[in-house]
């Protein structure tokens, strides 16, 4: 799997559902994986969440965000929203403090990510609904060579 911590496959479920929106949201998880695993305030949560859960939950919050970016492209919201709503329906049980430091993460992932989109020709957001051959290219090479 290489690079990647959150498996891309679970971001399609068949051709239809490789379009460059998917891609994003794969890339994003990956990124938000790896916020959480080199945060020092999240060790408690790393700990008790092994890594199988941590990927199910960046592939869960970067599903969520669905909606929330397309607010932003259709105008109809001037900022990105990061809902503590999102993290608590994942972990029904999980502390105030836990819930506001993996929003922290969500929050650095996604400056990250955006800054990197800035400089990349897909434009996957812009772009969103076209399909993509990254995904078949990720399966057969190991990562895309679009």
Request: proline share 3%; with cysteine.
């Amino acid at each position: 799997m290489g690079i990647d911590k959150v498996a891309a496959h679970h971001f399609y479920k068949d051709d239809g559902d490789k379009i460059l929106q998917n891609w994003f949201l794969y890339e994003y998880a990956n990124i938000l994986h790896s916020k959480i695993m080199e945060a020092p305030k999240l060790a408690s949560y790393r700990k008790k969440h092994g890594s199988d859960n941590i990927a199910a939950f960046c592939v869960y919050f970067a599903k969520r965000l669905r909606r929330s970016i397309a607010h932003v492209y259709e105008k109809r919201a001037s900022s990105l929203m990061f809902e503590a709503q999102y993290i608590y329906e994942f972990y029904p049980g999980n502390s105030r403090t836990q819930t506001q430091r993996l929003l922290e993460a969500a929050g650095a992932a996604w400056t990250e990510h955006v800054q990197a989109c800035a400089v990349c020709p897909n434009q996957c957001l812009a772009e969103g609904f076209e399909r993509t051959d990254m995904f078949d290219s990720l399966e057969e090479t190991g990562w895309p060579t679009r």
